[in-house]
């Protein structure tokens, strides 16, 4: 619900350059995000954009724990491999788990470096 208030205040209008982190897979936003363009239209949030596309250009996502394919996979068809990064939930969360997550990921090897640590590297200027 946070972000979604930061949308919709019109934050990332007032800010284009803001990125944002939310673990957990996007708490549920990627899943949602068909549902929230239909519902939210510009005509009605007066924004410069789209919901969607603050959720797409604005936001980066974690995995914070949640390992499992089908939920990564919607985050990715969302998404897209550039707004995703690797992490763990430890001390809440295996770390060997989170690592196999990781090593077992369906995509390609060059997205699987980006998830794993080029993502965060160009995002935190590392």
């Known amino acids: 619900m946070h972000v979604i208030r930061l949308i919709l205040s019109g934050a990332f ?3 284009p350059g803001l990125q944002l982190v939310i673990g957990h897979l996007g708490e549920t936003l990627p899943f949602m995000l068909p549902r929230l363009e ?3 239209p ?4 007066r924004l410069d954009r789209p919901v969607g596309a603050y959720l797409r250009e604005n936001v ?6 949640l390992n499992w394919t089908p939920a990564f996979l919607d985050l990715l068809l969302q998404v897209g ?14 770390m060997t788990e989170a690592r196999t997550f ?16 080029g993502n ?3 995002l935190l200027r590392l």
Do not use: N, Q
């Open 102 to 117: 990781l090593d077992r990921l369906p995509v390609s090897p060059a997205e699987k470096e980006r998830i794993a640590h």
């Open 13 to 15: 209008d007032h800010y």
């Open 42 to 45: 510009t005509e009605l949030t």
């Open 120 to 122: 965060a590297e160009r």
């Open 81 to 94: 491999a550039d707004r995703i990064m690797f992490s763990t939930d430890y001390p809440y969360a295996s």
């Open 38 to 40: 239909r519902a939210l």
């Open 60 to 65: 980066h996502y974690t995995f914070s724990g």
